[in-house]
């Protein structure tokens, strides 16, 4: 496998389960961290009342960022080929990279959620959906060799 490609796809595999624990960390630390990392307000107001939302919510948002991650894995050659994976990366890319582009008309938008980490947050999922893109490519290439 190409080393760049392979290099990407771990990357994008760090990022996405990075991402997963970030998350998982709103359950423990709780509500200042939901708002740290600009959850909407129904996910907030359910950890400051110890409802269930925010954490299953929570749950279910961090599975999905290590589903993505595994399946860059997958594509590294790191675990075994999941099904759908030329599927899922092509899927995982397209949302990284309009999540990523949105950034900037939401900015516009709603400026007063504009902050470091919404504008850093927004820069990063572009860049790990051209990483997903990368290793779509890679992949799709060799598969119809």
Known sequence: ????????????????????????????????????????????????????????STIVVSLIFVVCGLFALSAAKIIRKLPLLNTALITIASICIVRGIATVPL?????????????????????????????FYYVYRIDSL
């Not at 980490?117 to 927004?122: C, D, E, T, V």
């Open 1 to 56: 496998m190409d080393k760049l490609a392979k290099w990407a796809l771990l990357l994008a595999a760090l990022i996405a389960i990075s991402t997963a624990v970030a998350h998982l960390s709103c359950i423990i630390l709780g509500p200042d961290c939901f708002k740290a990392q600009m959850a909407p307000e129904p996910l907030v107001q359910s950890a400051i009342d110890g409802t269930w939302l925010a954490p299953i």
């Open 107 to 135: 900015s516009f938008l709603f400026p007063q959620m504009v902050s470091v980490f919404s504008l850093l947050a927004g820069a990063i999922w572009f860049i790990t959906g051209l990483l997903f893109a990368f290793g």
